[in-house]
C-alpha cells in the first residue's frame, strides 16, 4: 500500500485509541468502575488489534516522518477529542464562590434573576468582612454564570469544586431536589 494511506491509517488508529484511553481515564477518575472496565476491555481489543496489524504492517513497509506525524497527529486529536467527549457527558456539579467586594449585592440579584439559587454568607479576611455568594449549578453552566459575573466586577474572585453525594437543595437547570 502507498505511504499516503498508511498515513491516514494510523492516523485514524491512534485516534481511536487515544480517544478511548482518555475517556476511560475520565471515568475512571470519576470512581464508574463498571463503565470504565467497559471501556477498558474495548481500549485494550482496539490496542492489540492496532498495534499487531497496523503498526507491524506500517513498520513492514518503512517508518517514515509521514507515519510518525500521522501518529503524533492522531495522538494528540484523540486527546482533545476525548476531553471534549468527556465535557460533553459531564453530570457533574459543582459549588461556586464569587467573592466581589464592591458589587456582591448586583450580583446576586442579577443571578437570581437568571435563576441561579444563591447562598449568602459573611466572611473576613486580610482587607477586612466580605460577602461570599455560593451557587450550585452544573459544570456546563459555568462558563455562562462567570461571564454574567465578570461583566458586572472584572475584579471578582470565582473559584468553583465539584460536589460529590449531593442530596437535597434547589440547583440551576435542574429540577428541585425538596
Known sequence: MNILLWSVIIFISALVQVLIGTVRLIVMV?????LATLIGFFESAAGLTIAITVVSRAVKEGINIYIILSYAAGFALGLYVGIHISQLISKDILSINIFSRFHYEEIENFLRDKGFGVTCYYGSGKDGNIKVLNIICKRNN????????????????VTSHPLEGLSGGFIYDIKSRI
Open 30 to 34: 470519576k470512581n464508574k468502575k463498571i
Open 142 to 157: 459555568f462558563t455562562e454564570l462567570k461571564s454574567f459575573v465578570k461583566k458586572i466586577d472584572s475584579k471578582v474572585l
